[in-house]
């Protein structure tokens, strides 16, 4: 594949910059961001049409035109939840706040062959259904689309109940995995090198169990406030419960960025960044294989081991390196894509089943969702992806009652993850009333998990930690733009994946890398 010789890049990449940056942009274009090689290494840089700054990992900001359109890092803007409600999706980036934004923004662009030249950040109320927009949206930098629920409850747990804190999500998998009984000097990549996520420590007792039962629980696209304000509301008694003999924080986990899917599935179960763990969205490009990659598809979900880098390790790996085999699972993953090295996994199921269309080609197998016991209000069924989203679910639900058979078969950790609330949430936006259903559908089913390990008499005996990949803002269907005719008239070639992430192509020629 050619690439642009270095300097050619750099000119290119400026004119983009400042085609995208003008004004009449702002509507779609909350942010252009890339990063430069510096005196000490890679600087990420951030415009739009208010000026631009350059973010350094040290936190300074250095305004290099006009005003800073990244004043604010805080990842506790907007709380209490009342003041994000009050203030939906700000139409200003100086009024926004983009946590860790330099550390995310580099990591981003970390890697050799597919990270892009530029990325675009949508505006918080970009409507955009032509491009593949919904009325509820995420992927972006900011603290709202970032802001990803973490409740923590059980045993290792310190019970806090709802503390004024955060995270980050690449704090979640090293967590896990010292809560299922890896050794610190254990947690590291493939070369030994340290993880970009650590052990939130300050959360967990000191004494841990010689024989952890743990099991993690992603709830796709779950709003934290909202979350959190319906659990205190008694809306949702399981997260209630959970919160009960644990903890959560109300400023959540904050998201890799982009906040999408499958990029955040990845960086909680490797404790890694985009940048060196390789999914680096929903879609991207390869550079150096030619190939459009999209692994968050029901069609791709069972290939997504593809694309990870040499270096990472799955929690799934790490703790079947410290647990001995036996005869049942050490480790389980259930409906969750990034599930290398699981003993059990719904995506082994699917590949094994000689499918060529992954989980979109079993439909037929799946369970009625009109039967679905779990469903608040059936009228959301007519949506596709939340009746698709129930069956799923519910199945999950299934194997998590078939793995924990009994106290002797519990894995030593599982995974279990739920896309029922990222189909209300894009459906309808936060706060809206199939968002609030999904909420319920999805508390319902930890509900019936929990009253079956009450069954078994072992609830008191397991870890839970409950997060999501991403938050949710809504798209206001007034907010339309689209950037596509700036790049186009630029008139050099380019392809924008996603839509947001750009690269800048060479013409046929020699490879200029």
Same mark, same amino acid.
């Given at each position: 594949?050619?690439?642009?010789?270095? @300097?050619?890049?750099?000119?290119? &990449?400026? /004119?983009?910059?400042? @085609?995208?940056?003008?004004?009449?942009?702002?509507?779609?274009?909350?942010?252009?961001?890339?990063?430069?090689?510096?005196?000490?290494?890679?600087?990420?840089?951030?415009?739009? $049409? *208010?000026?631009?700054?350059?973010?350094?990992?040290?936190?300074?900001?250095?305004?290099?035109?006009?005003?800073?359109?990244?004043?604010?890092?805080?990842?506790?803007?907007? *709380?209490?939840?009342?003041?994000?409600?009050?203030?939906?999706?700000?139409?200003?980036?100086?009024?926004?706040?983009?946590?860790?934004?330099?550390?995310?923004?580099?990591?981003? !662009?970390?890697?050799?062959?597919?990270?892009?030249?530029?990325?675009?950040?949508?505006?918080?109320?970009?409507? !955009?259904?032509?491009?593949?927009?919904?009325?509820?949206?995420?992927?972006?930098?900011?603290?709202?689309?970032?802001?990803?629920?973490?409740? %923590?409850?059980?045993?290792?747990?310190?019970?806090?109940?709802?503390?004024?804190?955060? @995270?980050?999500?690449?704090?979640?998998?090293?967590?896990?995995?010292?809560?299922?009984?890896?050794?610190?000097?254990?947690?590291?990549?493939?070369?030994?090198?340290?993880?970009?996520?650590?052990?939130?420590?300050?959360?967990?007792?000191?004494?841990?169990?010689?024989?952890?039962?743990?099991?993690? %629980?992603?709830?796709?696209?779950?709003?934290?406030?909202?979350?959190?304000? %319906?659990?205190?509301?008694?809306?949702?008694?399981?997260?209630?419960?959970?919160?009960?003999?644990?903890?959560?924080?109300?400023?959540?986990?904050?998201?890799?960025?982009?906040?999408?899917?499958?990029?955040? $599935?990845?960086?909680? #179960?490797?404790?890694?960044?985009?940048?060196?763990?390789?999914?680096?969205?929903?879609? =991207?490009?390869?550079?150096?294989?030619?190939?459009?990659?999209?692994?968050?598809?029901?069609?791709?979900? $069972?290939?997504?081991?593809?694309?990870?880098?040499?270096?990472?390790?799955?929690?799934?790996?790490?703790?079947?390196?410290?647990?001995?085999?036996?005869?049942?699972?050490?480790?389980?993953?259930?409906?969750?894509?990034?599930?290398?090295?699981?003993?059990?996994?719904?995506?082994?199921?699917?590949?094994?089943?000689?499918?060529?269309?992954?989980?979109?080609?079993?439909?037929? #197998?799946?369970?009625?969702?009109?039967?679905?016991?779990?469903?608040?209000?059936?009228?959301?069924? /007519?949506?596709?992806?939340?009746?698709?989203?129930?069956?799923?679910?519910?199945?999950?639900?299934?194997? %998590?009652?078939?793995? !924990?058979? /009994?106290?002797?078969?519990?894995?030593? =950790?599982?995974?279990?993850?739920?896309?029922?609330?990222?189909?209300?949430?894009?459906?309808?936006?936060?706060?809206?009333?199939?968002?609030?259903?999904?909420?319920?559908?999805?508390?319902?089913?930890?509900?019936?998990?929990?009253?079956?390990?009450?069954?078994?008499?072992?609830?008191?005996?397991?870890?839970?930690?409950?997060?999501?990949?991403?938050?949710?803002?809504?798209?206001?269907?007034?907010?339309?733009?689209?950037?596509?005719?700036?790049?186009?008239?630029?008139?050099?070639?380019? &392809?924008?994946?996603?839509?947001? =992430?750009?690269?800048?192509?060479?013409?046929?020629?020699?490879?200029?890398?």
């Amino acid at each position: 594949m050619s690439r642009l010789h270095p @300097a050619e890049l750099i000119a290119r &990449r400026e /004119d983009a910059v400042k @085609a995208l940056s003008q004004p009449d942009l702002a509507a779609a274009v909350d942010l252009v961001v890339w990063v430069e090689q510096g005196t000490d290494g890679p600087v990420a840089l951030a415009a739009n $049409h *208010l000026g631009r700054v350059r973010l350094h990992a040290d936190g300074r900001h250095e305004v290099l035109e006009g005003q800073d359109p990244v004043p604010s890092e805080d990842p506790m803007a907007f *709380l209490p939840y009342e003041l994000e409600c009050a203030n939906p999706g700000p139409a200003r980036s100086v009024d926004n706040a983009y946590p860790y934004a330099a550390a995310r923004i580099l990591s981003l !662009f970390a890697d050799p062959t597919r990270s892009p030249d530029l990325a675009i950040v949508h505006t918080p109320r970009h409507w !955009f259904p032509d491009e593949g927009g919904h009325h509820g949206e995420h992927g972006s930098l900011d603290v709202i689309q970032s802001r990803a629920p973490l409740v %923590m409850s059980g045993v290792g747990v310190r019970r806090l109940g709802l503390v004024d804190d955060h @995270a980050r999500l690449v704090d979640v998998g090293p967590t896990l995995a010292a809560l299922a009984g890896v050794p610190p000097e254990q947690l590291h990549d493939a070369h030994g090198e340290p993880l970009d996520g650590g052990v939130l420590t300050a959360y967990l007792e000191g004494e841990q169990p010689r024989e952890p039962v743990v099991v993690g %629980m992603l709830w796709d696209g779950g709003h934290c406030g909202e979350l959190l304000a %319906m659990a205190e509301a008694g809306e949702l008694p399981g997260v209630a419960r959970l919160i009960d003999a644990g903890l959560a924080l109300r400023g959540g986990a904050v998201a890799q960025f982009p906040s999408i899917t499958l990029t955040n $599935h990845t960086s909680i #179960l490797t404790g890694l960044g985009p940048g060196r763990h390789g999914v680096l969205g929903n879609v =991207f490009y390869d550079r150096e294989t030619g190939e459009r990659v999209v692994p968050n598809d029901a069609s791709t979900w $069972h290939r997504s081991g593809e694309w990870l880098r040499p270096a990472v390790r799955t929690v799934f790996e790490m703790v079947s390196e410290v647990v001995p085999p036996r005869d049942t699972p050490r480790t389980a993953c259930v409906d969750e894509p990034i599930e290398r090295g699981a003993d059990y996994s719904t995506m082994a199921v699917i590949r094994a089943s000689g499918s060529g269309n992954g989980a979109a080609g079993l439909g037929e #197998l799946l369970p009625d969702p009109h039967g679905s016991g779990h469903v608040h209000d059936r009228a959301h069924l /007519d949506d596709g992806y939340y009746s698709w989203a129930t069956q799923v679910d519910d199945v999950g639900l299934q194997q %998590m009652t078939q793995l !924990f058979a /009994d106290r002797r078969a519990a894995p030593r =950790f599982t995974w279990w993850s739920n896309v029922v609330t990222d189909a209300g949430h894009h459906a309808g936006g936060p706060r809206s009333e199939i968002a609030r259903a999904s909420l319920r559908d999805a508390d319902a089913r930890l509900r019936a998990f929990l009253a079956h390990l009450d069954t078994l008499g072992m609830t008191d005996d397991v870890t839970f930690v409950l997060t999501a990949d991403h938050g949710f803002e809504a798209a206001d269907e007034a907010v339309t733009g689209s950037w596509r005719q700036a790049l186009d008239d630029l008139g050099f070639p380019y &392809r924008d994946e996603g839509p947001g =992430f750009v690269y800048l192509m060479a013409e046929e020629g020699p490879d200029h890398s």
